[in-house]
Structures are given as C-alpha cells and as structure tokens.
C-alpha cells in the first residue's frame, strides 16, 4: 500500500483518525482493546455512558453494503450519547453525480465531528481525511481491498477472550480469499503487531495476495494440513464482488477443497475458536453444523464490534 496521505498520528502520538492496524504499535492495539472490554458490559444496553459523547456528530458514511458495521458503529455511538447521521448512497445526490469528496464536506459543513466510511475503493477513505477540515476524524470501515481496522481489533478481542491475552504460543490460520478480503490484512497486520506464535494461510493459488502481504506466514494449500493443532481458525468469505471470473471452478469445488465442516474442524485443537467477519455463504466457505456449533465465536465477534467501536469513537472524539 502506499504511504497514507495524512498521519493517522498527532505529533503527539495519539490516534487522529483510524485508517490501518499496519504501523500501529502493540501498546496502542492493546489499550484499545482494554477500553473495549470495559465498554462490553455497557455496549449491549444501558445508558451509563452517554455523556461521553454528548454533543458530537458521527456521520456513517457507507457507499457500499454493510449489515455489521453500519449497524455497530450507529449503536456504539449511541450508547456513547452522540447524534447519529446515517448517509444512504441509494437515496443521497451520490445518485446525481456527486463526488465523494463533495458529498464528505457537504456533511462536514453540517457539524460532523467523525466520518466512519466504508468505499469500495483501496486507500478513499484515506483520500477523504486528506480533503477534510483537520479537526474532524476519519474511520475506515473497509475500503476496497485494503483495510479493514475495527474487524481487525474485534477480531482480536474475541481471540482474547477465548485463548487469553498471550497470543505468543497460538497458531491461527487463515483461510479462504486473501487476496480480496481488506479483514484479512487487517487480521494479518494485529496478529504479527499482537505477537502471535505461527500465522498459516490456506488458499487456492489463485486467491493468495501478490506483494508482501504474506510475510512471515506459513501458506499451506491442503486445508485438511493446514488445519492440523491450529488454535483458532479465521475463515473468509469468498470476495466475488471484487473477483474477476473463474478464480474459483464452481462454488462445489471450493466447499470440497476449502470449506470448513465437522469431520475437518476435528484435526485443529479440540478447543479451537472458529471465526468469521460475516456474511456467511453458508455451503460455500462453511457448514452450518460448524458456523452454529459449539467452537462458533461468530455471533460474539459481533457483539463484540459494538465495544471495539465504542472505544475507538472514545479514544478519537472523547
Ligand atoms: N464484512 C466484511 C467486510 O466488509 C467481510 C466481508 O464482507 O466479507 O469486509
């Protein structure tokens, strides 16, 4: 990736706006996660903590689709007690030709203190922070192929929670669509800053990254292999949006060489943590008897999502 074309860093080393984990040091990844799992007690209900951002705006900016993240950022900022814009693309002048640019400033100039974008582009929202007044902060929620922050620091927690904070002796694989999935960079990026003992990848050669993406990681081809003692297994969703055709022969063969059922989920350690970002193509990448079986953390990284993103929105607008 290129350089960011603004600091994500104030000169004095705090968080400005949120746009990588790639750079971002240990301790900064590990006091955000603390204040996220004091805020899980409070991100679920109740109204302790909406003085915290009573006052500022926070503008969900998506010109992509999101069930997750939209909806988990709109709540964590709520619970925090800030006013809430939520932007539809569909229903917005963005269908009349406006750019990005001008449709940011736009809301800007309305008194939005914090943009959370999600763009289909690689490095937009970084573009827009550049093009912003410099008080306002920047939250990417996901562009393009590049990154995709907050999933990255939920996925974490959710890995603390079940295999406790020494990520030193765990092994993790990865598996599924690298090459187009912004979760797995960001994943790729905590996992290496947090210390973990062995990062495995398992993908078609077809939808492995180029570059250095994969620096450091052991990439397996066969999944039964790759799966042998791991600690925790991360499964992709297959990006076809972002795919040109025939990387995958047909979604049949990809389950059969790449899915994760029952009779596979048995070579990893018997208390492995299965983990996805969502949406599922359940058949696809996944079973049902193992997306919604007893090693599933699926639906706590979701729930998880709402404290992440109550402790970033604190960490940049508290
Ligand atoms: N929801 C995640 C993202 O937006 C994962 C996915 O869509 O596959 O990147």
Redesign the pocket.
């Given at each position: 990736m290129n350089p960011l074309p603004v600091s994500q860093r104030s000169l004095d080393g705090r968080l400005r706006h949120l746009l990588t984990l790639e750079g971002l040091p240990a301790s900064m990844l590990e006091s955000l996660l603390d204040a996220a799992e004091v805020m899980v007690p409070q991100s679920m209900s109740g109204t302790g903590l909406r003085d915290r951002l009573a006052g500022r705006t926070v503008c969900t900016l998506f010109f992509?689709p999101?069930?997750?993240?939209r909806g988990s950022f709109h709540l964590a900022a709520t619970r925090l007690g800030a006013d809430v814009l939520g932007f539809d693309v569909h229903a917005s002048s963005t269908k009349k030709g406006e750019t990005a640019l001008d449709t940011m400033r736009t809301l800007e100039a309305m008194g939005v203190d914090c943009f959370v974008v999600?763009h289909a582009d690689d490095g937009a929202v970084a573009e827009l922070a550049a093009g912003a007044r410099p008080e306002t902060s920047f939250i990417n929620?996901?562009d393009g192929r590049n990154a995709?922050p907050t999933?990255g620091l939920l996925d974490m927690l959710t890995l603390r929670q079940r295999k406790g904070p020494d990520f030193s002796q765990l092994k993790v694989l990865i598996v599924g669509d690298v090459r187009h999935?912004?979760?797995a960079r960001s994943d790729l990026h905590a996992l290496r800053t947090l210390g973990v003992g062995e990062i495995r990848v398992c993908a078609p050669a077809s939808l492995l990254p180029d570059g250095d993406a994969l620096d450091g990681c052991r990439v397996i081809d066969s999944l039964d292999e790759a799966l042998y003692r791991v600690d925790a297994v991360m499964m992709?969703?297959l990006?076809r949006e972002r795919m040109e055709e025939g990387l995958v022969p047909s979604l049949e063969s990809y389950f059969a060489d790449y899915g994760l059922d029952a009779r596979r989920l048995g070579l990893a350690a018997p208390d492995a943590v299965v983990m996805h970002?969502?949406?599922m193509n359940r058949g696809v990448e996944i079973s049902d008897e193992v997306a919604d079986g007893p090693q599933s953390a699926i639906l706590q990284q979701v729930g998880n999502g709402v404290a992440v993103r109550m402790a970033i929105l604190q960490a940049l607008l508290g």
């Open positions: 992509e999101s069930t997750r993240t999600r929620a996901g995709h999933q999935s912004r979760v992709l969703r990006q970002p969502g949406p």
